[in-house]
């Protein structure tokens, strides 16, 4: 056993929560920038377009939960953690997923956020289907936090 196993475990979770984070902020503030363009045309459509924008920060927390999950599984969170270097290398992989969609997917998702409130500044009665555009991007943001969990708790119940 050796502590160099857990400084990958934890370098995926710093991954995963640093990437997925600064796509995040780059996709949230791209997304604001829109905002208040629109907002100082229309102070009305506030509501619609801070959801809009809103949306790519949902990356951010996604790799804040994988990070959280993965210290929890390496018991950084309670006690002494110790683990194999090859599991330590699983657990930093697991998190790889989330690192890599949840930062593209954010910073897509800004720009796809970007456009929605194009559409709800000219028609905000079809605030609905703006929101589907960046909604679409999600999915794959929530593909990304499903596997690396998984992985996360396959490699936890792994003898290496």
Do not use: H, W
Not at 31 to 42: F, K, L, N, S
Not at 68 to 83: P, W
Not at 133 to 157: C, D, N, R
């Amino acid at each position: 056993m050796s502590s160099l196993g857990v400084a990958f475990a934890l370098i995926g979770a710093a991954l995963a929560a640093g990437f997925s984070g600064a796509g995040s902020a780059i996709g949230v503030g791209v997304a604001g920038q829109a905002a208040a363009g629109v907002t100082t045309e229309d102070p009305k459509k506030f509501s619609q377009v801070l959801i809009l924008q809103l949306l790519p920060g949902t990356q951010g927390i996604y790799g804040l939960l994988v990070a959280f999950i993965t210290m929890t599984r390496i018991g950084v969170m309670g006690g002494s953690a110790d683990m194999s270097l090859a599991k330590g290398v699983l657990y930093l992989a697991s998190c790889l997923p989330m690192a890599i969609a949840g930062y593209f997917s954010a910073i897509a998702q800004g720009k796809a956020s970007v456009a929605s409130m194009g559409l709800v500044a000219k028609r905000p009665d079809q605030f609905g289907k703006a929101m589907i555009f960046p909604a679409m991007v999600e999915t794959y943001a929530i593909l990304a936090l499903l596997i690396s969990i998984l992985a996360i708790f396959g490699v936890s119940s792994l003898n290496v």
